[in-house]
């Protein structure tokens, strides 16, 4: 990993669900303004290990947790959670629109971090918008539901939600899968000019997606006796060419998973 | 709208329109802690208001009633009169009497209609035509006559039992009044009782070549029966705290309503007087308030005593579907 | 197997015939208190029924303006004060309550809900009233609107707390997800995000609450002081129309009816035709608003 800067680092981090281990003694560094893949079969804490960058799992009762997370240095679990999700931002699996207009959803989190004013905000919505390819379709329309959205329209409408508030970090997990393949590809496209400005962690069961778009990979694993195992973690080409561990190359080539 | 390229304006991390210093970030953020704390303050006074006004009310009319409840208040009758004189002893009885033959009335038409509503209704839902239409004209009568004020079913119940069938104050017209007052209820707990039960149950069932009746019968009502016993249950506190349709239909006499079993007839012709009307002639008409609480302490534990077995019988009900699940 | 069959059928039409019951029992109450009343809207007229002032049986008149007012104005104070605090419990339980504190309010809040109306009306009369009382404006009697208002709000409380926490909690939790996502505290969260989204469960269990407002009769007689007086403020301070005795449309059917006759009985039964309907347009839009939301 040397010669690009560290955004956030994982050390010996573990997670629980009540008695439930689903994150087993996790130790990487996700590098800045880089996409990183976190690849692996179902069940195995993609999620899990994803939510953990922005304390999503606070949210979910018995969750408990050991090791250490950091950004840029600084202990995340000493962070305040909202400052956190500020800089750290995420887009689900599924689109998650609120049922407001376009402009109220990409204006929300900057109304809630305090910006009234409407030149401003009329000026992020177009920025984000534009960010997030998704200006031109409804320049026209801000003010209909995001509801009444496609499906790939919604979920680049969640990418701009998240893009407006200016984040340092954007976690994405599994962000196609919900979509047809075209909209998938303008998702990746989108995703390969986004990492100019934005560290992105992206969750993805699709291998070829996860070529596509990353610059590293993880790949986790469980098995009978453990969850949340990370095998290996390198440059995605050295991954997907010459796997060292023989776990990952049997999940790559689709020999199980 | 100025057309700029997307790569310009995805690219500018330097133009940015809105930077928050890191500090104005903190300052904002300080504030909006500051706003919560405050705001889930007022909620959790809100909670606590809640139960306070329940204590407070409960307790007040506990303390002040056991001042004057002793044996001989809950065994002696009132002594009429406009000191409140004598015990309750015959508003209990009257309440139990009352009680018994609403629901007697209620629950069998009431559970009836659930049952034809659940399971049978459904298999209608896809034919068109006539039928469709029936079962949304009763959806509609059923919810309709769960938001009618009580007092127009005692309006009813007056105009109909009391004087055009000529029943006058009486047992009868006032349960007849209260049936329809609880038939929603009753309606509404069945059809979810009965929706909860799993529909491989029913199939099994049909499968082995029992008729539909004998399914419902032998299988679901069984299954379905701490959920339609929570609904009878419900419905004997709603009798027992109602006041206004029972006065205008069951008159106010506070004497010893006849037994039912000896003398049936003259038993459901009999006025009389429950708990809940007994408090509220005593307040209003006489200045006899610590017989007043007495009474109300009386009706109180017994609110809380069908609270609990509502409590009890639908954690029994979840428990029995989470073992079969 | 023949008869099997044929108790099987019989059975299924003896179900339709209770199922239909309830269709009947509501035809018949409309038949009778329309019935009932038509004597005093003819004799009376509609109009000048509802635009009365004055309410004097003896002299054959009978104007339930004052009611009608007394109906509506106990309402509004029960709202106002009844709304806000139900919100709070119905937020505090679907969003901030630990599990071992909702386990103690939301029983509490059930209870509240069981307690008979006499027994309200009861604690109104011994504490609230005089507390009222003590209000020092000439003419403040403790019985009357203000006391009234607060006796029905917490009557009122458990239904819309109910159907406001049901609403609450049925926001998907995607929406609060997405909401923290961005970084808002949890309080602009429920603000921003979850109330909008709840928002016409809410109004649905604030117009049921509206209707269970309107048709309590007894607690309202007890506190409310029956006055047939047309309320109006007892000073220049126009709030203090609170601190007037009034009466409810309930409140004049129950007082009366067992005595009236003639006209006057009649009267009662026109009374309750109007209470009747205007509480099933308030419950019908109520229904409207919920099955919007499950739409
Ligand atoms: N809220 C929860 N409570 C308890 N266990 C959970 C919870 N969420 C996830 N788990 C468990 O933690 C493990 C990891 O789940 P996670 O959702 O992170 O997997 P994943 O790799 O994202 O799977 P998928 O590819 O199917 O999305 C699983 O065994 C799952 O059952
Ligand atoms: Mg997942």
């Given at each position: 990993?040397?010669?690009?800067?560290?955004?956030?680092?994982?050390?010996?981090?573990?997670?629980?669900?009540?008695?439930?281990?689903?994150?087993?003694?996790?130790?990487?560094?996700?590098?800045?303004?880089?996409?990183?893949?976190?690849?692996?079969?179902?069940?195995?804490?993609?999620?899990?290990?994803?939510?953990?960058?922005?304390?999503?799992?606070?949210?979910?009762?018995?969750?408990?947790?050991?090791?250490?997370?950091?950004?840029?240095?600084?202990?995340?679990?000493?962070?305040?959670?909202?400052?956190?999700?500020?800089?750290v931002g995420m887009v689900f699996q599924r689109p998650n629109p609120f049922p407001k207009s376009i402009y109220d959803n990409v204006t929300y989190g900057p109304r809630v971090n305090g910006l009234r004013d409407r030149d401003k905000l009329d000026e992020i919505a177009e920025r984000s918008l534009r960010g997030a390819a998704l200006w031109d379709e409804v320049k026209d329309d801000l003010g209909k539901s995001g509801l009444a959205l496609s499906g790939g329209q919604q979920q680049r409408l969640c990418i701009a939600r998240?893009?407006?508030?200016?984040?340092?970090?954007?976690?994405?997990?599994?962000?196609?899968?919900a979509l047809d393949p075209i909209a998938t590809l303008r998702i990746e496209e989108?995703?390969?000019?986004?990492?100019?400005?934005?560290?992105?962690?992206?969750?993805?069961?699709?291998?070829?997606?996860?070529?596509?778009?990353?610059?590293y990979t993880a790949f986790f694993y469980t098995d009978e006796s453990r969850t949340g195992i990370l095998v290996e973690f390198d440059n995605t080409k050295k991954i997907f060419t010459n796997p060292s561990d023989q776990r990952t190359e049997d999940y790559i080539t689709g020999r199980f998973g | 709208m100025n057309e700029e390229s997307e790569e310009t304006m995805v690219n500018t991390t330097q133009d940015v329109a809105w930077q928050q210093t890191q500090s104005e970030a903190e300052a904002h953020l300080a504030k909006r802690r500051l706003t919560e704390k405050i705001a889930f303050g007022v909620l959790w006074a809100a909670g606590a208001v809640a139960v306070l006004v329940l204590i407070a009310v409960v307790g007040y009319v506990l303390l002040e009633g056991a001042q004057v409840i002793d044996w001989a208040f809950l065994t002696?009758?009132?002594?009429?009169?406009?000191?409140?004189?004598?015990?309750?002893?015959?508003?209990i009885v009257a309440t139990i009497y009352l009680v018994g033959l609403t629901i007697l009335i209620a629950a069998p038409l009431g559970v009836g209609a659930g049952i034809y509503l659940v399971e049978y209704a459904g298999e209608m839902q896809g034919t068109s035509g006539w039928q469709a239409h029936l079962i949304s004209v009763i959806r509609f009568g059923v919810e309709t006559l769960a938001g009618v004020p009580s007092i127009i079913f005692g309006l009813f119940g007056y105009a109909l039992f009391v004087t055009t069938m000529k029943f006058g104050f009486s047992m009868i017209a006032a349960a007849l009044s209260g049936a329809c007052l609880v038939l929603p209820v009753i309606i509404r707990t069945t059809e979810e009782a009965l929706l909860t039960v799993p529909r491989p149950y029913r199939e099994g069932s049909l499968a082995?070549?029992?008729?539909?009746?004998?399914?419902?019968?032998?299988?679901?009502?069984?299954?379905?029966?701490?959920?339609?016993?929570?609904?009878?249950?419900?419905?004997?506190?709603?009798?027992?705290?109602?006041?206004?349709?029972?006065?205008?239909?069951?008159?106010?006499?506070?004497?010893?309503?006849?037994?039912?079993?000896?003398?049936?007839?003259?038993?459901?012709?009999?006025?009389?007087?429950?708990?809940?009307?007994?408090?509220?002639?005593?307040?209003?008409?006489?200045?006899?308030?610590?017989?007043?609480?007495?009474?109300?302490?009386?009706?109180?534990?017994?609110?809380?005593?069908?609270?609990?077995?509502?409590?009890?019988?639908?954690?029994?009900?979840?428990?029995?579907?989470?073992?079969?699940? | 197997m023949k008869l099997t069959y044929l108790v099987d059928r019989s059975i299924k039409y003896i179900l339709l015939v209770c199922a239909l019951l309830s269709v009947f029992i509501l035809f018949l109450i409309a038949v009778f208190t329309l019935r009932e009343g038509l004597e005093a809207f003819q004799t009376i007229g509609v109009g000048q029924m509802l635009s009365g002032t004055v309410w004097r049986p003896g002299q054959d008149q009978y104007g339930i303006l004052a009611m009608i007012l007394g109906s509506v104005l106990v309402t509004i104070g029960a709202i106002a004060i009844g709304v806000p605090f139900a919100l709070g419990c119905a937020i505090f339980l679907a969003e901030v309550a630990p599990d071992n504190v909702r386990a103690i309010v939301r029983p509490a809040v059930e209870l509240l809900a069981g307690i008979p109306s006499v027994?309200?009306?009861?604690?109104?009369?011994?504490?609230?009233?005089?507390?009222?009382?003590?209000?020092?404006?000439?003419?403040?009697?403790?019985?009357?609107?203000?006391?009234?208002?607060?006796?029905?709000?917490?009557?009122?409380?458990?239904?819309?707390?109910?159907?406001?926490?049901?609403?609450?909690?049925?926001?998907?939790?995607?929406?609060?997800?997405?909401?923290?996502?961005?970084?808002?505290?949890?309080?602009?969260?429920?603000?921003?995000?979850?109330?909008?989204?709840?928002?016409?469960?809410?109004?649905?269990?604030?117009?049921?609450?509206?209707?269970?407002?309107?048709?309590?009769?007894?607690?309202?007689?007890?506190?409310?002081?029956?006055?047939?007086?047309?309320?109006?403020?007892?000073?220049?301070?126009?709030?203090?129309?609170?601190?007037?005795?009034?009466?409810?449309?309930?409140?004049?059917?129950?007082?009366?009816?067992?005595?009236?006759?003639?006209?006057?009985?009649s009267?009662?039964?026109?009374?309750?035709?109007?209470?009747?309907?205007?509480?099933?347009?308030?419950?019908?839009?109520?229904?409207?608003?919920?099955?919007?939301?499950?739409?």
């Open positions: 990993m040397t010669g690009s800067e560290i955004k956030l680092e994982t050390q010996n981090f573990d997670l629980y669900y009540g008695n439930f281990q689903a994150l087993d003694d996790i130790s990487l560094q996700i590098p800045a303004n880089q996409v990183t893949a976190i690849i692996g079969p179902s069940g195995c804490g993609k999620s899990t290990f994803l939510r953990a960058f922005n304390r999503m799992n606070d949210l979910i009762p018995g969750v408990h947790t050991d090791g250490e997370i950091s950004m840029e240095g600084e202990n995340i679990f000493n962070m305040d959670v909202v400052a956190l999700r500020r800089r998240a893009l407006a508030v200016e984040p340092d970090v954007i976690l994405m997990d599994e962000p196609a899968s989108l995703i390969r000019e986004l990492k100019e400005d934005y560290t992105i962690v992206i969750v993805t069961h699709n291998m070829q997606q996860a070529g596509r778009v990353s610059d | 002696t009758r009132p002594k009429g009169g406009l000191s409140g004189e004598g015990g309750m002893s015959t508003t082995l070549g029992a008729t539909q009746w004998q399914t419902n019968w032998r299988v679901v009502l069984p299954a379905a029966m701490p959920g339609i016993i929570t609904g009878v249950v419900l419905s004997v506190g709603r009798i027992v705290s109602e006041t206004a349709v029972f006065y205008v239909t069951l008159g106010g006499s506070y004497y010893m309503p006849p037994s039912p079993i000896l003398h049936f007839r003259d038993f459901l012709t009999s006025g009389g007087r429950t708990m809940a009307l007994h408090l509220y002639y005593l307040a209003n008409d006489t200045a006899a308030f610590d017989k007043a609480m007495g009474t109300g302490a009386v009706l109180v534990v017994s609110i809380i005593l069908i609270n609990l077995a509502i409590n009890y019988l639908s954690h029994r009900l979840n428990q029995s579907m989470r073992g079969e699940a | 027994v309200y009306g009861l604690v109104g009369m011994v504490v609230l009233v005089p507390m009222v009382r003590q209000i020092p404006v000439p003419g403040n009697s403790g019985y009357g609107l203000l006391s009234a208002s607060i006796v029905l709000a917490v009557m009122i409380l458990p239904t819309i707390t109910n159907i406001a926490e049901d609403a609450i909690r049925a926001v998907p939790q995607s929406y609060r997800e997405g909401a923290f996502a961005l970084g808002s505290t949890h309080w602009q969260t429920i603000t921003g995000v979850i109330l909008p989204a709840a928002r016409s469960g809410i109004i649905a269990g604030i117009i049921l609450g509206v209707g269970r407002a309107l048709g309590e009769t007894m607690a309202m007689i007890m506190v409310i002081g029956n006055s047939v007086v047309l309320p109006k403020p007892l000073n220049d301070n126009p709030i203090t129309i609170f601190l007037r005795q009034a009466r409810t449309l309930t409140g004049n059917i129950a007082v009366e009816i067992g005595y009236a006759t003639g006209v006057h009985e009267a009662l039964f026109a009374t309750g035709v109007i209470l009747f309907m205007l509480i099933m347009l308030v419950n019908i839009a109520a229904r409207m608003l919920m099955k919007e939301r499950h739409a």
